[in-house]
């Protein structure tokens, strides 16, 4: 057995087999011994974790009393210790109990990532009335990774609100009209503020045809971007790169380059699905898949359907944000295998089954494409809460299938079977 010191206690704990991580937690009165039947059965199939509870086996016995919560959080800490990121999880009697309470207090640990919006954040509530309760983290309530933009994308889209010029950005408030000013420095420090894990640089974004704007946005954002490095400070907090340059490749592969040398920690690929066909959008993926160093992550921004899904990853992109999923569940469309299928119409008004069959998100298992039609029928705002739960759930899943394919090799051919799913609904 092994001892591992977390949450201010040593735990005896053993791993034993390969795969997939299985965390097996033991019931009251017992030790981790009680799973040695277990353990040799599953250790053929999987990473089994076992370990003694606090207060039992040879794991330290603090004074108590214990909390499931204080529990459920030793286990986390444990698997953390462990470089697990996720794992299946298996209890026994009070077991069962820590494992509940370890799925609805760590429900994001590792696969879900939050992007924070910089722009609407700093006009309201103010970043430094975050900074003040604790940080975004603190303040949403949320454990697991979050993400800043740096308002830039917003604020150029003010269009006749803004005024650019070399040393940042003048625009004007689209909630009262009060004017104000971004520099790379500011947005650092705001970005700062939020406190988020991985935060963007300041960036211009042009549209993506126009040569001559592409060329004199590349320039400030490269400006801007040396200028955030040297202003960024905190050092719990990621400063991802912007790659941008349009559609034009010259333009794109100067943007890496430069950005490479400035070695950030990750790099973002901006300024596409703006407006651009698809074939461009792969042409520049091809080229920064090829560019950008291999062991640093790369974020597309922006771009959120199955099929982009698919197509980002074939050319190395890792992260993705959009506001499709919720932006879509809004106006009553939920994603599925086979397609969108539209929750307002009126064909479900009698439909019993679940929006798609075998999903495990929370609305599936609770409720029926009926209700939910009935629900935005009525203008419930719960209709359109449920459909966006589903949405998540269902491209985070996605996500995930495309991780263990690509673990295990098969990644074309999910690729192949759900793009061919989805094209022929469209073909209907
Ligand atoms: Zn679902």
Redesign the pocket.
């Known amino acids: 057995m092994l001892i591992a010191s977390v949450n201010g206690i040593n735990i005896n704990y053993n791993v034993e087999g390969q795969g997939e991580p299985l965390l097996m937690i033991m019931g009251l009165g017992s030790t981790s011994a009680a799973w040695r039947f277990q353990r040799r059965f599953f250790r053929k199939y999987y990473q089994g974790i076992t370990f003694d509870n606090r207060g039992a086996g040879k794991t330290d016995k603090p004074a108590g009393p214990y909390s499931m919560k204080q529990m459920a959080d030793d286990t986390v800490v444990l698997l953390d210790h462990l470089a697990i990121k996720k794992a299946h999880v298996m209890g026994v009697s009070m077991g069962g109990k820590i494992a509940q309470e370890v799925a609805i207090n760590y429900p994001g640990k590792v696969d879900k990532l939050v992007l924070a919006n910089t722009y609407h954040l700093y006009l309201r509530p103010g970043d430094e009335l975050i900074a003040r309760l604790g940080g975004l983290h603190q303040f949403m309530g949320w454990e697991g990774p979050l993400l800043t933009d740096s308002g830039g994308f917003q604020v150029f889209s003010l269009q006749d609100l803004r005024k650019v010029d070399d040393d940042g950005v003048t625009f004007r408030s689209h909630l009262d009209g009060s004017t104000h000013r971004f520099t790379p420095e500011k947005v650092m420090s705001i970005e700062e503020n939020l406190g988020a894990d991985i935060a963007m640089v300041l960036d211009e974004c042009a549209p993506p045809t126009q040569r001559d704007y592409n060329e004199k946005a590349l320039r400030r954002t490269h400006l801007w971007a040396e200028r955030c490095q040297k202003a960024h400070t905190r050092s719990d907090q990621a400063l991802f790169g912007i790659v941008q340059g349009g559609v034009f490749p010259d333009l794109r592969e100067q943007s890496a380059r430069f950005l490479i040398d400035l070695d950030f920690p990750g790099y973002a690929v901006g300024g596409l699905a703006v407006g651009e066909t698809k074939e461009q959008m792969h042409t520049v993926l091809d080229l920064t898949d090829q560019l950008l160093p291999e062991n640093k992550p790369r974020y597309l921004m922006g771009v959120g359907t199955l099929e982009d899904f698919f197509e980002a990853v074939s050319r190395g992109i890792d992260i993705f944000d959009c506001v499709l999923p919720t932006r879509l569940a809004r106006h009553g469309a939920a994603f599925t295998h086979t397609g969108r299928i539209n929750l307002r119409n009126l064909s479900l008004s009698e439909d019993q089954k679940?929006?798609?069959e075998g999903?495990l998100?929370y609305?599936?298992q609770h409720f029926t494409r009926s209700y939910i039609r009935h629900l935005m029928a009525s203008k419930e705002i719960l209709g359109l809460y449920l459909a966006s739960i589903?949405n998540l759930?269902?491209l985070l899943d996605t996500m995930r299938q495309i991780r263990e394919s690509i673990l295990d090799g098969s990644f074309e051919t999910l690729k192949a079977e759900m793009v061919t799913k989805l094209k022929m609904k469209s073909d209907e």
């Open positions: 679940p929006i798609e999903c998100c609305t599936c589903h759930h269902f």
